[in-house]
């Protein structure tokens, strides 16, 4: 009898995120009820007590302040057995020192996923990469539950926290005041003014007298950010 699989659409930007219940080394979470108003971060290492992934946890859990700072959680994900997730973070903790951090404790809560049925519905277990191991994914949900950036990495490749924390300020500030970021912004840094939708528009534009907008042509209008 001819084996039948379950092929998973990869969610995109814009998506609602795919719901899911999981047992995680903080108990039980239901996504998204229990992160209403919250952005999220969802991210997902290949397995536990490895290099590249103990390095990242302990940079999260440093970070995990100033994620909250921006009313943002976090939920890590492998495939392995929440037995094995404990006594991993039970050992970054007891005896792991790298890049001047030690007695790191992991508070977020790490998924559980043997079946992998959240890393499936995630599209984070890509099979040219491994069928057994979920590749370095990160999603960022809005507090409405919406994916608003997706970043994938191989499986040698750690992540860049500083630009993981710039997404979601990036993502705050063009919600908050209707804005775009140009390239490298940091908060505090110029935002561009959404292009003009008419031709009266960008001639006004060009011709303001505002102090704190300015043109560099009719279609890349910048403003200082206050």
Known sequence: MEETKQFFRMPLIGDDAPKFTATTTQGVINFPEDYTGKWVILFSHPADFTPVCTSEFMTFARMQQ????????LIGLSVDSLYA???WLRTIKE?????GMENMEVNFPLIEDISMDVANKFGMIQPNQSNTQAVRA?????PEAKIRT??????STGRNFDEIKRI???LQKADKDGVATPADWRPGDDVIVPPAGSCGVAQDRMESEDDDVYCLDWFMCLKKDK
Do not use: C, G, R
Not at 66 to 73: A, P, R, V
Not at 95 to 99: D, E, G, S, V
Not at 138 to 142: A, E, L, P, Y
């Open 66 to 73: 100033e994620f909250k700072d921006l009313n943002t959680e």
């Open 85 to 87: 997730h404990i006594a």
């Open 95 to 99: 005896k792991i020192k790298w890049n």
């Open 138 to 142: 990160v999603f960022v949900m809005d």
């Open 150 to 155: 997706i970043l994938y990495y191989p499986l």
């Open 168 to 170: 979601i300020q990036a």
